[in-house]
């Protein structure tokens, strides 16, 4: 009766963690999903002196929202065509608010257009950069200010230069230029052919709505962003940010921006320049990342530049170093690998290289899982050889336990002394699967943040090897018209798992209690269910490494005969114990 008590249990535990899981896999990790985009009202940034303090004030909130394609047609734009961005800059207020990555799709559909990372203020994806300047005593440029353009397109070759003139001897001037992938230079200058000095701080922005923001969760931070000399500060959140109204970073100010699970937008201040930053709200979902120089007095027939590069992009890994390796502290760090950072970045790297071996990121992750393993055969080796030890001091133990039954303190010391004797290690039998643990994680890290994964296809149905699988049995592989809930959405590779987990724990004839041989037979199948919604890539991972785990015990059992033999003993010796203990019962 107590065994089978046992048995219900964990049946109603493993339908609870079922029922469960649906919600919990959806906050604690969270897919990449398709952004559903807001109209949100427009937002100024008209610079302005407040308070004594020079500030960029937050305008008039009220600007009517409008479509993309009429505020893209709006005024005289300058195109903007690098090797890895397209769009076009606005003269008036001299924003950069129209930006699409050429390398990256909105969808695995051939046809679905390149990602849009910026669009105009007052649109529904409202997101741009701006340049200009705060001071007090001195006309300056503002939102509505319309610049003369001097060059254009705006290409990798060919900057392009706004200037304008504010009639009382000061004129203003911003230099871009862009590179071969995602980062953009403005040098902003103030020249003074006035008659006395002037003082003026340059400033840049970014501007953006947290509607087409992605999911944020305690493991895939979505938000503010930046690196304030103590390595990459990942937060606030977009809801703490609208709560407290602003956050003002303490230290040196190396960059700061807006991070998605794909994209990052980040100012990077000139080097020297003792900038301040800070983040604000400004409510209605929209939010700034400020950089603001110190004051700089102009002298007559002078002129003081500041240059702030904006990277504005995809997180490709490689990308990001690269621009670290040239100065811009902790880039690389911009994608949050968190605790397994340290084996994540090194499967990134084996992964991209086995990528650009065999031109398919399901074979990379298939050739990595054999790699890995072949690496921990030898432990796995020692594990099999210290379980045939522990099967030889058995008899050995079983007495200990006999002799010192009503001593237990007495009995755990002498079984150490024997393990010590016999140079036995009883945990060397967990060390393959505390090993397999942060390679896991580590992997799973990989899948949902490193770009190169996403939309990677593998074979037939599975286009993506960052989503779920698509081919879901209730719904008979999408030939029925709905879409089952993530715990029951069981595909093909989930089967597999299942399978191949169920035949790895008939493979090794453990010795334990029949109550424990029910669970470990429910829990294939619970798993199933519970790893259904992950990334197709990281099923496909544990799929190949139970293909490999049941290769290896055949080898390792057949090179250990004998225990094999002993475990199939005694767990037909319990069986026949557990069978006769029912009977009692009945009796």
């Known amino acids: 009766m107590q065994n089978q008590r046992n048995l219900l249990l964990a049946v109603v535990l493993c339908g609870l963690l079922l029922i469960g899981w649906d919600m919990a896999i959806r906050y604690f990790y969270p897919q990449p999903e398709t952004i559903t985009e807001e109209v949100t009202e427009g937002e100024t940034a008209a610079p302005a002196v407040a308070g004594g303090t020079a500030e960029i004030a937050e305008g008039d909130a009220a600007a009517a929202p409008q479509t993309l394609e009429a505020s893209l047609a709006s005024t005289e734009r300058v195109a903007i065509d690098a090797p890895e961005i397209t769009g076009s800059i606005n003269p008036v207020g001299a924003k950069i608010d129209d930006l699409s990555l050429k390398t990256h799709r909105q969808t695995v559909k051939d046809d679905s257009g390149p990602v849009r990372l910026f669009a105009p203020q007052g649109t529904d994806g409202q997101y741009f950069a701006q340049f200009g300047w705060v001071g007090e005593g001195i006309a300056l440029p503002t939102l509505d200010t319309v610049w003369q353009v001097e060059g254009g397109p705006l290409t990798q070759d060919s900057p392009t230069t706004l200037k304008w003139n504010n009639g009382e001897g000061q004129l203003f001037s911003i230099e871009l230029a862009i590179d071969e992938h995602y980062m953009i230079s403005a040098k902003q200058t103030v020249a003074n052919t006035g008659a006395g000095s002037i003082v003026a701080r340059p400033f840049a922005i970014i501007n953006r709505t947290s509607a087409t923001a992605s999911s944020d969760s305690f493991n895939v931070h979505s938000g503010p962003i930046g690196n304030f000399g103590d390595g990459v500060s990942f937060g606030p959140d977009y809801d703490d940010l609208a709560e407290d109204g602003s956050d003002i970073p303490t230290g040196n100010v190396e960059w700061l921006g807006f991070t998605d699970i794909y994209w990052l937008s980040a100012l990077i201040p000139q080097d020297g320049a003792n900038a301040e930053a800070d983040f604000r709200s400004q409510g209605n979902e929209i939010f700034r990342a400020d950089v603001i120089y110190q004051p700089v007095t102009v002298p007559a027939g002078r002129q003081i530049s500041r240059t702030t590069q904006l990277f504005a992009g995809a997180k490709e890994s490689a990308i990001l170093d690269r621009y670290e390796a040239a100065g811009v502290a902790g ?109 896991f994680f580590a992997l799973y890290k990989v899948l949902i943040l490193a770009i190169e994964m996403r939309h990677q296809p593998f074979v037939l149905w599975i286009e993506d090897l960052s989503a779920p699988d698509p081919a879901k049995i209730l719904n008979l592989f999408g030939l029925l018209p709905f879409d089952p809930p993530s715990f029951l959405g069981i595909g093909v590779l989930a089967v597999l798992l299942g399978v191949t987990m169920w035949a790895t724990f008939r493979l090794n004839p453990t010795s334990m209690d029949p109550v424990q041989a029910q669970i470990f037979s429910i829990m294939p199948w619970a798993l199933m269910f519970v790893m259904a919604p992950f990334a197709a890539g990281l099923l496909l991972y544990w799929v190949t490494n139970n293909l490999l785990t049941l290769a290896q015990q055949t080898y390792l059992y057949s090179k250990h005969p004998q225990l094999k033999a002993a475990a199939e003993k005694e767990k037909a010796e319990k069986a026949a114990a557990a069978e006769r203990d029912a009977k009692k019962g009945k009796a």
């Open 331 to 439: 880039f690389g760090n911009a994608i949050d690998w968190g605790w397994f950072g340290w084996i994540a970045k090194p499967i990134w790297l084996l992964l991209t290289n086995l990528f650009d071996v065999v031109k398919n990121f399901g074979l990379a992750i298939i050739l990595m899982t054999v790699l890995i393993r072949l690496l921990l055969f030898p432990i796995a080796q020692k594990q099999f050889a210290s379980m045939a030890q522990m099967k030889a001091v058995q008899p050995k133990m079983k007495a200990i336990q006999e002799r010192f039954k009503d001593d237990k303190q007495k009995q755990q010391q002498e079984i150490m002394k024997l393990y010590k004797e016999e140079k036995v290690n009883p945990l060397a039998g967990c060390l393959p699967l505390l090993i397999q643990i942060p390679i």
